[in-house]
Each structure stands twice: as structure tokens, then as C-alpha cells.
């Protein structure tokens, strides 16, 4: 019985493989994509995942012999299951630390760091808030820090009303969290703990829109899906205020909220043929499938900056400088 | 005392008592139906046969369940089939055949504290001793011991991995304690006359276990099993530190096979910005419901069969 199913099942194969065999030959380009075997491990942020799933759903069309897993166990479990060798790819919401970079080196991993879209913080409050439009960095890191001690609007400016005031933040252990209190009150400083946080962006979105004098923030994608039920601030970063959309969060001009997204690869990885071919795949499909899933691509000096460092090779994390210090800006800065 | 005590007066505590236990019954059958309708509500739209057969897919109206099913159907099924023997047999020992000793009561007190612990904290447990091993083997998967080939059923690879064999090991791990506990309870509740007679007529102690203990334990025991893989099915939080995963376009083949798992599934659409997401997420609990019932169903069905009635 299982020969005969066995058989079978060969039979199939090889007469699709003829019925390919004898297709014309229009796709020359991809040729040897299809006859590519082997398993790429993927895991790390939940954030990076609708990109990572978006861009293997599409390889899994092209390079079907290829098996892509991806796992969301967070950016620090992505990274630790890096640095222990098990997977070949770790999504992140932020770069590699230092400790995270040590732990690899120590089991003699190195890696290729590849940003591949921006995600925009966006500031949101309540539809029925007509008194605010905007504010400044600084208004924004008064309110959330522990000793700015904002309880109403009129703390904030003046002119605003008397209403108290009800902040609204992710999980305190989220990469979109850590991202926010790095450019507002930065690693020393501490946020408030007076706030409804949420795991769930969702969650959030639901308090803010319920609630006239809530503010709160989470990544762009977010607020693009939920435009009619909350409202969102444009940024004031000392060059007047910007309104998040694709095109400043793309250019860089909705500073300084603008956050990048990463894959990490393993060098030892990058020398199999079907992780060259993914991440190929990745560099050149991400710009069109990262805006499908509610994110936003990387301006194209950017993207061949990051082209050329993965067809280099450019090991290491160019958030850290050669002299073992993080190097500070945006990801324009660094990569520019 | 009692006779001061007007007739009306003790007619309405009766009364009171009743429809305490009226409201305390309802409640809980109240939000569980709210649940059932506002999921099916949402979720039965969205749940076409297309939706069980396709896989993941970043596209809401495409994605399907079909990983996530086959791997939950998996894993639960290992953890049903390593934890039941082991538990029946552990709880066996202590109630049947081991004298009060010290070492018995750590045992004891160990499975009681067990069936307390956070199952995440199962989650790095089994991540160390069934997907790493320790790190007695190396790190590295791919230079690990294997026996069989990779298209066997029955291919293995010491250490596990990622596998849906050590994540139905860890699940096990956490449903444990539970179905010891229950087993226990259920074989104290056996008549000791029942042991006696069957001492008495010349059963070895291994006859009357077999043949007149666990038969009357049953029904408890599997009352036990089943709420312990109704947990079992709800579980992400071990697996997601065992490296559960997401993404994969194809169903397990062998112990060895990757796996992604339902609860992480509608966990990860259930936060997804996009509402249809949030419907199919729904979807989602309706199979996980219908999985649920099934091995259930099994649980009963097993009760049903092995069931033998007491006769005095």
C-alpha cells in the first residue's frame, strides 16, 4: 500500500515537473529559485513579523522547495536564540545591544545587519480634543517623564483647558516602548508610572477613542487603520510640526519618532544558497510589501545603502562605533 | 433554640440559600454564553473550509489555519498520550502500593506545588531539557544523533528542538501535577471494601488495581483528563518559549517536524491592526472550540467504554 501510494505520489511529481519542464521559458531570471532546498529559521520581534511573513508568504510562490519558518518569541528572545546559532535570521524592533552583540561573538556568530522599513510612532488623542493639533518633543517628554508632573491639558500649555489628563502607553517591555523613552527622556531618565498600558496596540486605540482627554502612542500602522477613530498630532521636532504620514516618515521629516525595523543574519547562513536567495528576495521585495502591511518602505538612498552592505557582507551593527560606544541619530545618520 | 424560630423565618433562608446558588450557577453560564455568541458572531462569517485548509498569509480573506490546526492536533494528542500513563501510574504508586514514608510526602508536596507554578515557567523547562538537552549534545541542531530518515514517521533527533515531540513533552509537563491529583482523588474515592474482597478471594494486589480499582476510578480519572487537555489546547506561553512558531507552510510529518500552535495564532491576529484580522481571529477560537470538544469527546468516550458499574 505506502509503495503504491509512493509511487504515485512520484508519478505526479514527475509528470508536474515535465508540465514545468515544458513551459516556456519566459522566466529566466528565476530559474534556479525553484529547484532551491533547504529550511531558513526566522524568529524575533512580532512587530517585524507581517513584513517577514509577507516577504516569505511571496518566496514560498517563486522558491517552493524552500522552507521558511518564522517564530515571534520577541526581539530579545530572537536575539538570544541568534546568538545560541539555532536560527538563521532575527527580526528586530531596534538594533542589536551591546550585551546581545557580545553573546554572539562569544559563540563566534556574526552577523549582517539589514534595515528594511521605517515605523512611525504616531501621538494620537481623542477626536473630540479640538484644542490640541501639535506638540513639541518637549511637551511630549514632559508629559510622559516620572518628574514632569502633567496631570491636565493646562499644564501643558496655558491656553488649554482644565481637563485632567489620561496617558496611554504599550507594554513597558515592547521595542515600541523602549524606542520612545530613548528619544523622550532618554535611557537615564524614567517614565511615568501613572498610565494604562496595554500589551495589545488594539487595547489602546479603544481607550484613547473612549476618552476625551487621553493621549497615547503606538506604530504608525495603528493609527492608518483606526484614522476615524482617533486623532493624531503632528510632532514638532524644532523645524515646525509634521503630521506622520508615509511620505515624512519616509524621508525622515516626522522626527524624531520615525523608528527602523531590522533583520539580522548570520554570516555562516549567508553562504547557503537559499538564504542568499531569501534575503535577495527580502532587499528587493520589502519596499512594496512593507507598505502593504501598514509600514513604511525606506527612501531609496537609504535602501541601496543597505543593498551594498548586504552584498559586501558589512559585518556588525553600525550602531556601534568602532570605538565600542553607541552611535546616536537616525537611521539616516547612521547609514549616510 | 429551634422551635423560637418561625416556620416563615426558616422557609426564607431556604429560599435565600436556593437562589444564592441559582445566581452563583448563572453567572458563570451567562459569560460563557456572551463569549460563545459574540465569538461566533464575529468569527462565523469569515469560517469557510478554505480558511482549515490554507495556510498562514499576510492577506486576511487567504490566511488559513491548517499549520496552526495540525500543530495544536499534534502536540496535544503527544501530551495526551505521554501524560495520561504517567500520571495514572504515578498516582497509582502513592495511593495503592507506597507506605507513608518521608519520601512519599516530598512527592506528594512536589506535585501539589507543581500543579501551582506559572506554565511559562514549564516553557523554560522544557526549552532546557527537551529542545537543548542541557547543551550535553551541542548546540547546534544539525550535528545532533539522528535514527531514521528524515521522510519516516518515526525519525528521531537527540536533542529534540523546536519539535512538536518536545513541545507535547512540555505540555505534558504542565498538565502533570493535574492529572495526578485528579487520578488520586479519583482512586480514594473507591470503596476500600471493594479492595478488601478482591485481597480476600486471592487477587494479587496488581489483579485488584487492574481489575476492580481502576475500572470503578475511571469515570474521575477521566473527568480529570479532560480538564487538564482542555488546558493543555489553551496553552501558548511554554510554547512560545520553546521557540513555538508561526509561520510554516506545512503540517507536521514526523516527531521531529516544526509546528506552530492555534492559541499563539489568534493571539498574534487578535493584535494586528487590521479588523479582518480581528475576524478571523474569531474564526479561529470556533475550530479551537470544536478541537477542545473533540478530545472531549474522546475523554467521554473512553469513560463510556471502560466503565464497569460497582455491583455489591
Known amino acids: ?336 | 433554640m429551634a422551635t423560637t424560630r418561625s416556620t416563615a423565618s426558616r422557609v426564607f433562608s431556604d429560599r435565600a440559600f436556593l437562589w444564592t446558588c441559582l445566581i452563583a450557577t448563572n453567572v458563570a453560564v451567562v459569560v460563557l454564553a456572551v463569549l460563545l455568541v459574540s465569538i461566533f458572531w464575529q468569527g462565523w462569517g469569515t469560517l469557510e473550509w478554505s480558511f482549515i485548509t490554507n495556510f498562514a498569509s499576510r492577506k486576511p480573506a487567504e490566511a488559513g489555519i491548517r499549520a496552526p490546526l495540525m500543530g495544536s492536533i499534534w502536540v496535544c494528542t503527544i501530551c495526551g498520550l505521554v501524560a495520561l500513563p504517567l500520571g495514572v501510574g504515578t498516582a497509582i504508586f502513592l495511593e495503592e502500593f507506597s507506605r507513608k514514608s518521608r519520601f512519599t510526602r516530598i512527592v506528594q508536596t512536589n506535585i501539589m506545588n507543581l500543579a501551582g507554578v506559572p506554565s511559562i515557567v514549564y516553557g523554560i523547562l522544557g526549552l532546557t531539557a527537551f529542545a537543548r538537552m542541557f547543551g550535553a549534545f551541542g548546540t547546534n541542531t544539525d550535528e545532533a544523533i539522528t535514527f531514521g530518515s528524515e521522510e519516516s514517521f518515526w525519525y528521531l533527533r537527540i536533542p529534540f528542538g523546536s519539535s512538536v515531540l518536545a513541545g507535547g513533552l512540555t505540555l505534558m509537563l504542565v498538565i502533570l501535577p493535574v492529572v495526578i491529583i485528579a487520578t488520586q482523588e479519583a482512586l480514594r474515592a473507591v470503596p476500600s471494601s471493594l479492595r478488601s474482597g478482591a485481597m480476600a478471594l486471592g487477587a494479587t494486589p496488581w489483579q485488584t488495581v487492574w481489575g476492580i480499582t481502576l475500572p470503578a476510578a475511571v469515570p474521575g480519572i477521566m473527568t480529570g483528563a479532560i480538564l487538564a487537555m482542555s488546558r493543555a489546547i489553551g496553552e501558548s506561553a511554554p510554547l512560545l518559549v520553546l521557540g513555538g512558531l508561526l509561520f510554516v507552510l506545512n503540517t507536521p510529518e514526523n516527531l521531529m517536524s516544526d509546528f506552530a500552535i492555534l492559541p499563539l495564532q489568534i493571539y498574534n491576529w487578535a493584535g494586528r491592526p487590521q479588523d479582518d484580522f480581528h475576524l478571523i481571529a474569531a474564526s479561529a477560537i470556533i475550530v479551537q472550540l470544536a478541537v477542545l470538544f473533540l478530545f472531549n469527546g474522546i475523554a467521554v468516550l473512553i469513560r463510556q467504554k471502560l466503565q464497569k458499574p460497582l455491583q455489591y
Open chain 1, 1 to 336: 500500500m505506502n509503495t503504491f501510494l509512493k509511487t504515485a505520489a512520484l508519478g505526479i511529481l514527475a509528470s508536474t515537473a515535465m508540465i514545468a519542464a515544458s513551459a516556456p521559458q519566459g522566466q529566466t531570471e528565476t530559474p534556479n529559485l525553484k529547484a532551491l532546498k533547504g529550511a531558513i529559521k526566522i524568529d524575533g520581534s512580532s512587530t517585524v513579523y507581517p513584513i517577514t511573513e509577507a516577504v516569505a508568504e511571496e518566496f514560498n510562490k517563486v522558491a517552493g522547495k524552500v522552507r521558511v519558518t518564522v517564530g515571534i518569541s520577541g526581539t530579545g528572545g530572537g536575539f538570544k536564540r541568534f546568538s545560541a546559532g539555532e536560527i538563521d535570521i532575527a527580526d528586530a524592533s531596534r538594533p542589536i545591544k551591546q550585551a546581545e552583540s557580545d553573546a554572539a561573538s562569544k559563540s563566534k556568530i556574526e552577523f549582517v545587519e539589514l534595515p528594511v522599513a521605517y515605523d512611525g510612532l504616531t501621538i494620537v488623542v481623542n477626536p473630540k480634543n479640538t484644542w490640541c493639533d501639535s506638540l513639541s518633543v518637549d511637551q511630549i517628554t514632559k508629559l510622559y517623564s516620572a518628574s514632569g508632573g502633567i496631570k491636565t491639558w493646562k499644564d501643558l500649555n496655558p491656553a488649554w483647558p482644565e481637563k485632567a489628563i489620561k496617558v496611554y502607553s504599550p507594554g513597558t517591555d515592547s521595542g515600541t516602548f523602549d524606542y520612545f523613552k530613548e528619544v523622550t527622556v532618554g535611557k537615564e531618565g524614567s517614565i511615568r508610572s501613572d498610565m494604562s498600558v496595554s500589551e495589545d496596540d488594539n487595547v489602546l486605540v479603544r481607550g484613547v477613542s473612549g476618552d476625551e482627554g487621553a493621549i497615547g502612542f503606538f506604530g504608525c500602522a495603528y493609527y492608518f487603520e483606526n484614522k476615524d477613530k482617533v486623532k493624531a498630532l503632528s510632532v514638532d521636532g524644532g523645524k515646525g510640526p509634521i503630521m506622520p504620514s508615509t511620505a515624512t516618515i519616509e524621508d525622515g521629516s516626522y522626527a524624531p519618532f520615525s523608528r527602523p525595523l531590522f533583520i539580522y543574519v548570520n554570516k555562516a547562513s549567508a553562504a547557503k544558497p537559499e538564504v542568499i536567495a531569501f534575503i535577495d528576495f527580502y532587499l528587493k521585495n520589502a519596499p512594496t510589501l512593507v507598505n502593504e502591511v501598514g509600514f513604511v518602505k525606506l527612501p531609496e538612498t537609504i535602501g541601496s545603502k543597505v543593498a551594498a552592505n548586504w552584498a559586501r557582507r558589512r559585518l556588525g551593527t553600525q550602531f556601534t562605533s568602532s570605538t565600542g560606544g553607541a552611535v546616536k541619530g537616525s537611521l539616516a545618520n547612521v547609514y549616510e
